[in-house]
Every structure is written in C-alpha cells, then in structure tokens.
C-alpha cells in the first residue's frame, strides 16, 4: 500500500469538483472551511468551477475531465472534494490515472466521490481519505483535527459510541475498504472495480468493509448485500461497518432484520449505527490502511497502522 506524503504548513490544498460545485446557499460554509485550513497553516485554492451546480453538476464533463486531470498534475499537496453528486462516473473513463501516479497526494472526499477513491485503493494500491467533503471543516474541532492528522499521516485514535454490533467482539483488525454504498453498487463489475485484486493481495490481513448509506431503503440494503455476498466481496472479510442511518423501509422490515438474513451466514462482527459518511462529527476514515477496532466497555476505540 502507498501512503501520500504528509502535508505540511505552507503546502497546497486544492478544493476540486469533479462530480457537484457547491450550490449558493452554502457559498458562506464554503468560505469559513477555506479559513479555518488557512487557520491550519495551510494555502488552498480552488479549481474552476467548485462555486457553480446546475443540474447536479459542476460544469460539463469535458470541463471536469480537464480540471481533475490538471489537478493530478499540478503543484498541489491534497486534492479535496468540494461536494459530492450522483456523476463523477461520467469522466471516470478520461481520467489520467498515470499522471496521478507519478505526482501521489492525499484525495479526500465522501458520497459519490467514493468511486474515485475505491478505484485508486483497489486498483492502484493508493491509500486515500474517506470523510468529510471541504464544507465539513466549516468548525475547527477534534473532528476537524483529526482530518488534518490524517492528511499529516498523523492520525490519533478516534472514539465511537452508540455501536450495536450483530455479533459482539473484543477486537477486530484488517484492511480497510468501503464507502458509499450507493455509488458502490454502481462501479461494482466494472472495469473500476479492482476489488478481488486488493482483496487477493491483502487476504492474510483480512478485509473489513464499511457503507456508508446515503439513501437507500433498507430493501435497496438488503439487495445489495445479497449482491456482495453472491459476487464473492465478503471472501477474506473479517467485519461490515454499516453507518447510522434514518431507516426507510417500504416492507416493515428493519435494517437489524435484513443484516441478520443477508450476512448472519458470514459469521463475522455485524456493526451498526458508525458515525462516519453522511453523519455529523464523522470519523476519518484511510482506505487501504489497516484498521483496528477495540471495544472499551460499551466504548469503541479505532486506530489505523499506515502499514504497507
């Protein structure tokens, strides 16, 4: 696994917006998170068109194509996503993935943007940051500190509360993969799908998946996981995050019910209700790291080993 180089004080953060811009009502938001990493000792900019949306996008796709592939390229030290959106697999194709590689920095972001950084984990052997998109730094807080350790490749433990965990556990530790789960379902099988790679080479360490859940009912859930299960991605897996989620069910049955029937066969920790995604006080989340989860009393400790 490849780390980014830390950032430092004085290095370049890029805002980009390769799936939504942001729209005008969270122009201020946008402007207190550009002061709160200057705060951090930090010089962002921001690409093009991270302050336009129409019809969900921030410009055409040929615009968005050009700009992420200049960021690749650019002076920039960590590239993060301004929003998320539902068309960042539109410019996947046009992508310049090798002048990533020979110009490696820290790509955060969270929703749609999920599909960018699963493809540079599972494909490339690229660890990248799932949290927050930039508005998320709007308040300087632990939460917000432990992001910027992250980028510094400097991350403390991080605490949870609240778990319910199917199957109970004192410690779970293996290499971490996931995002969100509706723009997971739309890359799986394709050719930016490098998933049974990362898990053949990262099989002695064994995987832990977590979904973030934006939208779906718990019968899309349900689907889904029959849908991992039925292509072979819980194979070397030794635990399933799931985030918190406000249940929508148009059959009755509760998220508990359809873990239990899609996954109690894995025999493996079954974690609800993570704050992490889309949830305020999200933790930071390094995927391909090696993640470690203690549980503390009723208390959840997690630590990541940027370990090759």
């Not at 990533?100 to 690229?126: A, C, F, P």
């Not at 998946?209 to 349900?222: A, K, L, T």
């Not at 991605?233 to 030794?238: D, S």
């Amino acid at each position: 696994m490849i780390y980014p180089s830390s950032i430092n004080k004085g290095d370049i953060i890029k805002i980009i917006s390769p799936s939504n811009g942001i729209k005008e009502s969270k122009l201020i938001k946008l402007d207190k998170a550009i002061n709160n990493l200057n705060k951090y000792g930090f010089k962002v900019i921001e690409d093009n068109y991270t302050r336009f949306s129409n019809y969900g996008v921030s410009t055409s796709k040929e615009n968005r194509i050009l700009e992420l592939n200049n960021s690749f390229s650019d002076d920039s030290k960590a590239l993060i996503a301004v929003s998320g959106g539902d068309f960042i697999n539109e410019i996947m194709p046009k992508l310049k993935f090798k002048n990533y590689l020979y110009n490696i920095k820290w790509i955060q972001g969270h929703s749609d943007i999920t599909i960018l950084l699963y493809y540079l984990t599972t494909n490339y052997d690229v660890a990248t940051i799932y949290n927050f998109n930039v508005t998320g730094y709007t308040n300087k807080n632990i939460i917000t500190d432990n992001a910027i350790l992250a980028l510094e490749n400097k991350l403390n433990k991080q605490y949870s509360y609240n778990w319910k965990c199917l199957k109970d556990f004192d410690l779970i530790e293996g290499r971490i993969i996931g995002g969100c789960l509706e723009s997971l379902k739309d890359i799986i099988g394709t050719k930016f799908d490098a998933f049974k790679k990362f898990a053949k080479k990262y099989r002695n360490d064994g995987i832990i998946w977590y979904f973030d859940i934006s939208q779906f009912s718990v019968e899309d859930i349900s689907r889904t996981m029959w849908q991992f299960k039925n292509m072979g991605y819980f194979k070397y897996c030794k635990a399933i995050l799931f985030s918190k989620i406000e249940e929508i069910s148009y059959t009755g049955l509760s998220l508990e019910q359809v873990l239990n029937n899609e996954l109690q066969e894995l025999n493996i920790p079954i974690i609800m209700n993570g704050n992490f995604g889309h949830n305020i006080n999200a933790f930071t989340i390094v995927n391909g790291a090696i993640f470690k989860i203690k549980k503390i009393n009723n208390n959840y400790e997690m630590d990541f080993k940027l370990q090759k």
